[in-house]
């Protein structure tokens, strides 16, 4: 039997655009992405709640620039955090999901971008938000990670792409599998491909970083020489283009009931 095709999905957590200098760092790394061919999926806030507006995020600079990376053949979802009214503890109401959720979807739409796809701050993964995606008709989420954050209650954490069913409705759960900014790099692993999980016929890993990772000059290098170790172990998709690489039809699937 032949070798699985094996592809990698780099996801960014896009939250500090705004930041002219950042941004600089962030147009540089497109240029790198762009020349080694690699389509990530920026997962973005959206500027609209309050603590956002009251830290000064330009909701115009914010629009410009995501529009520019979407134009730059970047894909660009949703990234919410479930704050209450203003930054703290999250707030995992049934009530507040579905309003953070879809006050930042408007948004986003708003600005030209079609959003399928989400992922939430803190990996923040439970049965209600679950339910919220699937009757909101999310295609996927990345919100599921194997690290074991608190935010998350569900269990068993998935390894593996699901489909998951909630609220007579369904929507892909593609896990978010390692870090590449937190202090470690992949380069530095003696055998990266055991990082690969298998769904079907090939293999895949989904990493992470914040965007405003990339202003820190020793993160930026293991960033880069992580995503170079890698293109020498498999080819770069964005999450949609995963997506149409599975068989959906074969997934395993798990389904999720709403806990009040």
């Not at 950042?22 to 500027?47: C, E, G, M, N």
């Amino acid at each position: 039997m032949g070798s699985k095709e094996r592809y990698v999905c780099l996801t960014i957590h896009t939250e500090s655009i705004h930041d002219d200098k950042l941004w600089q760092y962030i147009s540089r790394f497109v240029d790198f992405l762009t020349k080694k061919k690699i389509h990530a999926t920026w997962f973005s806030l959206a500027p609209v709640h309050h603590f956002y507006q009251q830290q000064g995020y330009p909701a115009d600079k914010w629009s410009e620039r995501l529009l520019e990376l979407n134009g730059w053949g970047q894909l660009v979802e949703q990234h919410t955090h479930f704050y209450g009214e203003w930054k703290g503890p999250y707030d995992t109401s049934v009530a507040n999901i579905e309003k953070r959720l879809l006050e930042d979807r408007s948004w986003l739409n708003e600005q030209g971008l079609d959003i399928q796809g989400f992922c939430a701050g803190g990996f923040a993964f439970n049965e209600r938000l679950a339910t919220a995606l699937a009757r909101n008709n999310y295609q996927y989420d990345c919100s599921v990670s194997p690290s074991g954050y608190p935010q998350q209650s569900v269990t068993p954490i998935l390894l593996t792409p699901h489909k998951v069913l909630a609220d007579s409705a369904s929507f892909i759960e593609i896990p978010t599998m390692q870090p590449l900014s937190l202090g470690k790099t992949i380069s530095g692993l003696v055998r990266p491909k055991h990082l690969f999980v298998t769904s079907g016929e090939i293999e895949l890993l989904v990493v992470y970083l914040h965007d405003w990772s990339l202003k820190r000059s020793v993160d930026k290098l293991r960033i880069i020489a992580s995503l170079d170790m890698l293109l020498r172990q498999a080819k770069f998709v964005n999450i949609r283009e995963l997506l149409e690489l599975l068989n959906r039809e074969t997934l395993p699937s798990i389904r999720l009931k709403e806990n009040k």
